[in-house]
């Protein structure tokens, strides 16, 4: 298993673009996961997946779009970039009937909006 | 709503120091706690949990108490390597199907020189 995969590693954007983060795992997970890492801050979730079909705002949804069209695959969209986005972002998923609620990290993509 | 506090860094210890790193919450439910560690460069792994009151998480040499009375859940190791070196997470995560959100505290940077 490749566990969760995250593309591309590093970003640079200017004020405005947009683009996609993509995330996918193979381990049949249901629950999946967008975090943002800040200075400080720690993680604070963006939006969030309980099953295909089926997303919901986290803490810090503004600035970021979701869908989950399959179990495997959730994107993050950022449709017009601003420099507050510039972040470390982090996917994560787990199984909804794990007991523990462990997540499962990606190794992140560290994006940059001049 | 659930918040996550932890112990203020950076830390720097020398090499077989005594660790702890407190960290505190406040949750609603019955929460299950978690150590998550962050080594440079990479994403977040699970260092060890605990689910309900008097449980003990460990791994690694690593060890935490889950204290319902003072909310607390301490990461303490005895005696710490330079592979120790790292972001240290305390979260925790209310149970419950469907509602696997994690909420992070904001890390304790961790460097241990030889």
């Known amino acids: 298993n490749a566990g969760v995969t995250q593309t591309p590693k590093f970003q640079v954007l200017k004020t405005g673009q947009s683009m996609t983060l993509q995330c996918a795992q193979d381990m049949n997970h249901e629950y999946m996961s967008w975090y943002r890492q800040d200075p400080g801050m720690g993680l604070r979730l963006i939006h969030y997946s309980v099953g295909a079909g089926i997303t919901d705002q986290g803490e810090v949804p503004n600035g970021y779009n979701v869908s989950r069209s399959t179990t495997e695959d959730f994107p993050l969209r950022l449709l017009s970039a601003a420099p507050s986005q510039t972040s470390v972002y982090f996917c994560a998923s787990t199984p909804t009937s794990a007991a523990y609620n462990e997540q499962f990290f990606g190794p992140g993509t560290r994006l940059t909006v001049l | 709503g659930n918040s996550v506090t932890q112990m203020e860094g950076p830390v720097t210890l020398s090499e077989e120091a005594f660790l702890t790193i407190n960290c505190t919450y406040t949750a609603t439910g019955y929460p299950s706690l978690f150590w998550y560690v962050q080594y440079p460069g990479e994403g977040l792994q699970l260092l060890l949990k605990?689910?309900?009151?008097?449980d003990k998480g460990s791994n690694k040499g690593f060890e935490a108490t889950y204290r319902k009375e003072t909310t607390s859940f301490h990461l303490e190791k005895g005696s710490v390597q330079v592979s120790d070196s790292a972001v240290y997470f305390c979260a925790l995560s209310d149970r419950g199907f469907g509602n696997e959100k994690l909420t992070f505290g904001t890390g304790t940077r961790l460097t241990i020189i030889p």
């Open positions: 605990a689910t309900k009151a008097d």
